[in-house]
């Protein structure tokens, strides 16, 4: 029994003394939600500009590769154009009046020209140029349109349409395609033949009545360069 009332002395002697101490606790901080929200945030983001850098890669390597790679070993026919000009939201529509959005043209190379509905001799040239060189481009002629912007609201000759048939035959106001296409020095509008790329981008354009073996060159490299990043055919 002595243990047990030593045990109950001990136990109260430090409250009689009124020594009593506090007790302490250690408290660990918790993590704050902002800075965890903030880390994921921008972890996310860096996932989402691989994601874009991986997509974009073939376009950024097929224009690098033409560019910059070999500049002084290019012996492109057709002029460059530098800065390139991206395709404008300008008014187009079918030659029955019907709205086309100017987005719809993206994603597959162009070879355009331009006249107005009456196409004369040189325009009719033009046209048949398109067509013969889209065809010996052999199982690419499917990853470029041919595309005829009419730049009036005057008729077409049905002659003339059944000579282009599978092109993309738009009219738009001439000013307003001037604004995104331009002719060389001393030339016309009409003169030439134009290169859109996939992005939507004017990026090259031929001399006017130009050597349809040169063209063909300068579009085979192009095509080549642009394997992986256009879509052949439209839906």
């Not at 604004?179 to 859109?196: F, I, K, N, S, T």
Request: glycine residues 6%; proline residues 7%.
């Amino acid at each position: 029994m002595s243990g047990s009332n030593s045990f109950g002395r001990d136990s109260i002697a430090p409250a009689e003394h009124g020594a009593a101490e506090p007790l302490n606790f250690t408290v660990h901080s918790l993590p704050r939600l902002d800075v965890e929200d903030s880390r994921r945030t921008r972890i996310g983001r860096i996932k989402m500009l691989l994601v874009l850098l991986v997509c974009a890669s073939p376009v950024i390597a097929s224009y690098f590769t033409y560019y910059v790679i070999r500049p002084q070993g290019r012996t492109n026919y057709g002029v460059l154009i530098s800065p390139q000009r991206p395709l404008p939201a300008f008014a187009l529509s079918t030659l029955d009046g019907k709205p086309v959005e100017a987005a719809s043209l993206k994603d597959q190379w162009l070879l355009v020209t331009a006249a107005p509905a009456s196409c004369d001799a040189g325009c009719e040239r033009r046209l048949y140029l398109q067509r013969q060189l889209r065809e010996t481009l052999g199982r690419d002629r499917d990853r470029l349109d041919k595309v005829w912007f009419v730049t009036d609201a005057g008729p077409v000759r049905p002659e003339v349409l059944r000579g282009i048939e599978g092109a993309q035959v738009l009219r738009v106001a001439r000013e307003e395609l001037a604004r995104w296409l331009a002719p060389a020095e001393g030339q016309q509008l009409e003169d030439h033949l134009y290169v859109v790329d996939p992005i939507g981008n004017w990026m090259m354009r031929f001399p006017a009545d130009a050597d349809p073996t040169k063209i063909k060159r300068d579009l085979v490299k192009l095509l080549r360069a642009s394997q992986h990043w256009d879509r052949a055919g439209r839906d």
